[in-house]
C-alpha cells in the first residue's frame, strides 16, 4: 500500500540555520509533490509544488528537492526565523479529475532564538 | 475575505447524535473535500466532489453523508455520531487543471464527540 513517511519527531534548530525536512514515499508514482505548512488550530497552508520531471524548485527562502529516482523529497528552509515555527506537511498527487492528494504525517519544526 | 470557510468552529455533542457540517468557497473552483485530521495529526482524505458530482469517496462508513447543492458549497452529515469520530474535519477546494492542484483548506471544524 501507499505510504509517505515524513520524521514524527520535532526537528528543533537555531534561528537562521537551514531546516531540511524529508519526505519519503513508497509504492507510489505520483506526478506531483506539494508542501503545506499548518500552525496549530488551523488548516494546511499551501507553500510549493514540484512536479516529476522537476529536479528542484525555489520561493524566496523555501527550496524544495524530487528526486523519483529515491522517491524522497526535500524540503529546505534558509535562514530560519521562529515565525517559520510549524508543522510541514508533504503530499502526494496525481492528475486527473478522480486524483487526490495523499498527506504524510507532518514534520513539526521549532526555531529557537 | 473569507475563501474557504466552515461551520462551526467547534462542535459538542452526544454519542448517537446527527449533526451537520457546513463548507463554502467563494474561490469558484469546481472541486472540493472533506478531510479527516485524527489526534496524531494525520490528514486523510474522506470525500471529493466535482461540479456537484461525488468522485473520491473513500472507505468511510456510511454514517457520514456528504452533500453538494452547488459548486460553492459541500455539506457533511454524519448520523449517529461515535466516540472514535472526534477529529478535526476540514474542508477544502481546488481547481482541477492538468497538473496543478493546489488545496485551499478551510480553518477546520473541531468535533468531539461524548
Known amino acids: 500500500s501507499q505510504k509517505i513517511e515524513q520524521n514524527s519527531e520535532a526537528l528543533n534548530i537555531q534561528e537562521g540555520k537551514t531546516a531540511t525536512l524529508t519526505c519519503n514515499y513508497t509504492?507510489?508514482?505520483?506526478?506531483?509533490l506539494q508542501w503545506y505548512r499548518q500552525d496549530p488550530g488551523r488548516g494546511p497552508v499551501f507553500l510549493l509544488l514540484?512536479?516529476?520531471?522537476?529536479k528542484e524548485k525555489r520561493k524566496e527562502r523555501l527550496k524544495v528537492t524530487f528526486d523519483t529516482t529515491l522517491k524522497q523529497s526535500l524540503f529546505h528552509i534558509t535562514a530560519s526565523q521562529p515565525a517559520d515555527s510549524a508543522t510541514y506537511l508533504c503530499?502526494?498527487?496525481?492528475?486527473?479529475?478522480?486524483?487526490?492528494?495523499?498527506f504524510g504525517t507532518g514534520t513539526r519544526l521549532q526555531v529557537t532564538l | 475575505d473569507t475563501a474557504v470557510s466552515q461551520t462551526p468552529k467547534y462542535l459538542v455533542t452526544q454519542m448517537g447524535n446527527d449533526k451537520s457540517i457546513k463548507c463554502e468557497q467563494n474561490?469558484?473552483?469546481?472541486?472540493m473535500y472533506w478531510y479527516k485530521q485524527d489526534s496524531k495529526k494525520f490528514l486523510k482524505i474522506m470525500f471529493s466532489?466535482?461540479?456537484?458530482?461525488?468522485?473520491i469517496n473513500e472507505t468511510v462508513p456510511n454514517r457520514f453523508s456528504p452533500k453538494s447543492p452547488d459548486k460553492a458549497h459541500l455539506n457533511l452529515h454524519i448520523n449517529s455520531l461515535e466516540l472514535g469520530d472526534s477529529a478535526v474535519y476540514f474542508c477544502?477546494?481546488?481547481?482541477?487543471?492538468?497538473?496543478?492542484?493546489?488545496?485551499?483548506f478551510g480553518p477546520g471544524t473541531r468535533l468531539l464527540v461524548l
Open positions: 477544502a477546494s481546488s481547481q482541477v487543471v492538468t497538473v496543478q492542484e493546489t488545496q485551499y
Open positions: 509504492n507510489y508514482s505520483p506526478a506531483y
Open positions: 514540484i512536479r516529476e520531471n522537476e
Open positions: 503530499a502526494l498527487g496525481n492528475t486527473g479529475t478522480a486524483s487526490k492528494l495523499t
Open positions: 474561490l469558484g473552483h469546481d472541486t
Open positions: 466532489y466535482n461540479n456537484k458530482e461525488l468522485i
